[in-house]
């Protein structure tokens, strides 16, 4: 470690009870909790189909051939994959939050209009652990055990189940409390945990890389003790560490994504704090305390010295995923974000989704933030209800035209996503499709076509869950025509879990 470098043991020690995620077993069926959330959820699935999605798949899915709708284009070929909690039952217990699951990776492989999908649970160490000693042995990050094993770093409870990166030859899957898991590409095996250096082992690397159209990459690792601290990574599109960081950020909570320019890192550390006092009784999710009169302190590092920083300060605020960012000629970063008033839609409405009830909370909006140079913060606009938002990848960290998020239709908002929306920051205009009652769609991703000049020239892929018959789906968008609807479909025969995020193999 470079930049103000923490010794690598105090760093395990500083990440060992962050536990931002959970735990999971391999039961096909709907799992007795033994706390009423198993009876709970099972009751509510059997009212409410919409609830599919939350429900524990086997561990293992195949299905050779999708049936297809629609023309695949003959020139998008590759792999689309996807992370997501999905054992939410093990040892006939439920978790508690829907982001406790174990991870599965979803790998559709398309050939033309040929297109085939596994799914694989992350087989890490602690499933190994647990199925040795037949029962759960760790915390999640919203589900506390009074009685646990000891934890000998944040990789003890990795749940492997945020998102998938392929970068510098490796496949891996992403989690943000420790490591990232490698995979093998032909089997989807997991294959240990990524080590970028030795003084890195197991340090915290988070699900949200950035990745500069020239393929270099950014990230950070977010560590909550035993004080807040957060690592800066600078990779090389060969997967090769060029140099990281320490920040001391002072009070801070769980962070999960952040933003680049051309020159400049950018974290938002919202007032949604961690206190490690809290830690031994509750929960990681629990142990965070959310003040609405304190400031959302904006981090920003150079790229180039992550020595250099400067902090920007603006009002209260909750979100998980930023759009884009880039900065003007005189210093001014302007940058997305999805934000919400406060963090209800962690706190109440994903934790008791899990016991089969809905709880509405503060919607995520689609922000537009402006940090001049003085060191000022403003939030200038928040737009309609948005998550998932993303940007063609030569954008990133440009200034950008288009974002494409999920949405909901008309207001008030509605508690899950159910729109694809394309929207022209230029113009002011947005373009949507609706999948109708009765469909749930994920995060859609933008796939360059081949040749294209223009930052729409591309395809909008992303998987959908129909509850009402019980099946997932993949669907293809022209970029430049999303209110068209999907260009292509292809159907499972099964339901998938809802997931996060993933990344397109071509
Ligand atoms: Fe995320």
Redesign the pocket.
């Known amino acids: 470690m470079t930049a103000g470098g923490m010794p690598r043991r105090r760093f395990l020690a500083a990440s060992a009870a962050s536990g931002l995620a959970g735990l999971a077993p391999f039961a096909p069926a709907l799992a007795a909790s033994g706390d009423g959330w198993g009876e709970a959820f099972a009751a509510a699935l059997g009212r409410n189909p919409m609830l599919l999605g939350w429900k524990t798949p086997p561990d293992r899915l195949d299905a050779k051939s999708l049936t297809v709708a629609g023309k695949w284009p003959a020139g998008l070929r590759g792999r689309f994959f996807r992370n997501g909690p999905s054992i939410h039952d093990r040892f006939g217990r439920r978790y508690r939050h829907w982001f406790d699951g174990d991870g599965m990776i979803q790998e559709f492989a398309i050939d033309g209009g040929r297109i085939a999908h596994r799914g694989r649970v992350v087989r890490t160490p602690k499933l190994a652990r647990e199925d040795a000693a037949g029962k759960r042995l760790y915390s999640g990050f919203a589900t506390h055990l009074e009685s646990r094993a000891p934890v000998r770093g944040p990789d003890s409870m990795n749940a492997a189940n945020?998102?998938v990166l392929h970068h510098g030859g490796d496949l891996l899957a992403l989690w943000e409390g420790g490591s990232a898991t490698r995979l093998d590409e032909a089997t989807l095996a997991a294959r240990g945990f990524k080590r970028w250096s030795a003084q890195l082992s197991g340090v915290p690397f988070s699900?949200?890389p950035k990745v500069d159209p020239d393929g270099t990459l950014w990230n950070i690792g977010c560590a909550l003790l035993p004080r807040p601290a957060l690592v800066l990574y600078h990779i090389d599109r060969a997967g090769k560490l060029v140099k990281a960081g320490l920040v001391k950020a002072g009070p801070m909570g769980l962070i999960?994504?952040f933003v680049v320019t051309r020159t400049s890192l950018v974290v938002l550390v919202q007032p949604f704090l961690f206190d490690p006092a809290r830690a031994e009784s509750a929960s990681a999710l629990d142990a965070h305390v959310w003040n609405p009169r304190a400031e959302t302190r904006v981090l920003v590092v150079d790229k180039a010295d992550f020595g250099k920083r400067r902090w920007h300060a603006l009002p209260a605020c909750f979100g998980?995923?930023y759009g884009n960012a880039w900065e003007e000629a005189d210093g001014t970063i302007r940058l997305d974000h999805c934000l919400a008033d406060d963090p209800g839609i962690v706190t109440e409405t994903l934790r008791y989704v899990m016991k089969g009830e809905f709880r509405p909370s503060s919607p995520l909006r689609y922000s537009r933030i402006v940090l001049p140079p003085n060191g000022d913060g403003r939030i200038v606009s928040r737009g309609e209800e948005a998550e998932?938002a993303k940007v063609a990848p030569a954008v990133v960290g440009r200034r950008h035209r288009f974002v494409y998020t999920l949405g909901v239709p008309g207001e008030p908002p509605g508690w899950h996503f159910r729109t694809v929306v394309k929207r022209d920051l230029e113009r002011g205009t947005a373009e949507r499709f609706d999948y109708g009652p009765g469909r749930i769609p994920e995060e859609h991703l933008f796939v360059p076509k081949p040749g294209g000049r223009r930052e729409d020239d591309g395809w909008l892929i992303g998987t959908v869950l129909d509850w009402k018959k019980g099946v997932s789906g993949l669907s293809l968008f022209d970029a430049r025509a999303v209110a068209a609807g999907p260009v292509a479909q292809a159907w499972l025969p099964y339901p998938l879990p809802l997931g996060?995020?993933g990344t397109f193999v071509g």
């Open positions: 945020i998102s699900a949200h999960h994504d998980f995923h998932f996060f995020h």
